[in-house]
C-alpha cells in the first residue's frame, strides 16, 4: 500500500478545491466525515454481532461428588491393588 505524504495530501485538496469550489468544500467535508461514521458504526455493530455468534461455548457438566460417584460403582469394578513383589 501505497504511502500518501504531506504533497500529495495538498495536491488532492488542491484539486478538490479546484473541483468543488471554497463554498461547497466544507459541506462535502462533513458529509464525507458522516459517511465514515456511519460506515464504522455499521461495521463494529456487524463484528460484534458475528462475534457473539460465533462465540458457542459448551456447557460445563456439573461435577459430582466423588462419595456419590464410588457408591453407585458396582464391586467388580473395584480391582484390589496388590503389592510389587521385591
Known sequence: MPNIGAAE???IVLVALV???PRKLPELG???GQALREFRSHTSSVTNELRSGLDVTPPVPQAVPAAQV???APAEAVVPV???AS
Do not use: L, P, Q, S
Open 19 to 21: 473541483v468543488f469550489g
Open 9 to 11: 495530501i495538498i495536491m
Open 70 to 72: 464410588m457408591a453407585e
Open 82 to 84: 496388590a503389592a510389587k
Open 30 to 32: 462533513r458529509t464525507v
